[in-house]
């Protein structure tokens, strides 16, 4: 393949979006440690969700997918948190965040409800994958992995996580569609 045509296959809008893409990957492996000082709360806040979530609305369902999966694996590669163990499972759990909100996002009407209904989506179907691979890697391990521990690990710990995102995304995507910076249209 030449140059040429290599350099014709990536198109302003494929480049803006794999900008955007690399952009919410290096959040996600930063924001961590600003939330992580406070280990107990910091966990809590599910900081590496929020990239996720918001490369699925501005850039599209593939870039948010790959945000979502790549982050926990690239996190606990480099940085060794998460654990291996916990990452696998939330690189499923995350990049089914940035896919569903990428599709629907696109799917739904332009309203101001369309965003919230997205998220909750995603953070529903996110969260069922996260148990699902637990559930999976469980068996593999010969452990356990019950619907009490679903529970505790999916809702209860992550609750406020789960109200930052409900604040913070809707206000930040709809802030980016006013300012034209969405690419998922």
Known sequence: ????????????LRLR??????LYLAIALVLPF???QIPK???????MHIPALLCGFVCGWPWGAAVGFLSPL?????????????AVAMAFEMAAYGAMTGILYRALPKKGW??????????????LVWGGVQFLLAGLRGTEFSLSLFLAGAVTAALPGIAAQLVLIPALVAAMEKAGLTLNG
């Open 1 to 12: 393949m030449s140059a040429i045509s290599a350099h014709r296959r990536l198109s302003p």
């Open 17 to 22: 979006r794999l900008t955007y893409a690399a």
């Open 34 to 36: 600003l939330t992580g």
């Open 41 to 47: 709360i910091g966990s809590m806040l599910c900081p």
């Open 74 to 86: 690239l996190r606990s590669l480099l940085f060794g948190m998460p654990t291996a163990y916990s």
């Open 114 to 127: 369309c965003i919230i209904a997205a998220l909750v989506a995603a953070m529903i179907v996110g969260r």
